[in-house]
């Protein structure tokens, strides 16, 4: 059954240092949503991607962020200088059609935990 | 805009007993209605979802939610806990083919 994959599962990092997830969504989805979680917040939305361009982003993905899909199966999120905030769980997600609704259902990766210290 | 709040960060249920998750909404719109479940070490996995039809909507592993728009109510049940259903459940809302909205997601336990 296809799924969506990340990696990694787990990085450690120091503040102000750049850090890069990788997500290799299900390989005929159109639409590409990166979602955090801080421990024991609720899954927040982050941004998503459509066309090779951003379709919609929070407040939260501020010029820190960034996401690009290089070589038309990863699907990457870079975090510029990592701040001790931004320790929290990332989760991938891929949709054939518009999500919501019945455009599409999301498919999450298992997300991959990021801890600044 | 659209959230979702879950009633209790923490459920516990014995085996074989009913489940009720409970989840309230608040949208300007016609919500879409969603639960995922989380097991552990695993990501989300699409549960169930209501957007236009029958309000009573059933999904995976025995799993069913009412959509009641007078009390913006999306509360899910299962009649008979079983152990594998342990795991992190997450409300979601969207308007139509916009993000999802989640809520802060309820941890159920279930008790041999």
């Known amino acids: 059954e296809p799924e969506v994959t990340q990696t990694p599962s787990h990085q450690v990092t120091q503040m102000g240092q750049e850090v890069i997830l990788r997500c290799v969504p299900i390989?005929?989805?159109?639409?590409f949503y990166w979602y955090r979680q801080i421990l024991g917040q609720k899954v927040e939305f982050l941004v998503s991607?459509?066309?090779?361009?951003?379709?919609?982003k929070s407040e939260i993905f501020d010029d820190q962020f960034s996401v690009e899909r290089p070589d038309g199966s990863n699907f990457t999120l870079k975090i510029r200088s990592t701040k001790l905030e931004d320790s929290a769980m990332y989760f991938c997600?891929?949709?054939?059609?518009?999500?919501?609704?019945?455009?599409?259902?999301?498919?999450f990766g298992e997300g991959s935990r990021l801890t600044v210290l | 805009a659209q959230s979702v709040t879950q009633l209790g960060s923490h459920v516990s249920v014995s085996e074989g007993a009913l489940v009720l998750l409970r989840c309230n909404y608040s949208?300007?719109?016609?919500?879409?209605l969603f639960w995922y479940v989380q097991y552990p070490n695993q990501g989300l996995q699409l549960l169930l979802k209501?957007?236009?039809?029958?309000?009573l909507v059933k999904g995976i592993n025995g799993f069913e939610a009412e959509f009641k728009k007078s009390e913006t109510s999306f509360h899910l049940t299962k009649p008979s806990a079983h152990m594998s259903d342990a795991a992190e459940y997450f409300c979601?809302?969207?308007?139509?083919?916009?993000?999802?909205?989640f809520g802060t997601g309820t941890r159920l336990t279930i008790i041999p």
């Open positions: 209501y957007t236009t039809g029958a309000t």
């Open positions: 991607f459509y066309n090779n361009e951003i379709s919609e």
């Open positions: 997600a891929s949709c054939a059609g518009l999500a919501g609704g019945a455009g599409g259902e999301l498919f």
């Open positions: 390989s005929n989805h159109l639409y």
């Open positions: 949208s300007s719109v016609p919500p879409y």
């Open positions: 979601a809302v969207s308007a139509r083919n916009e993000k999802l909205t």
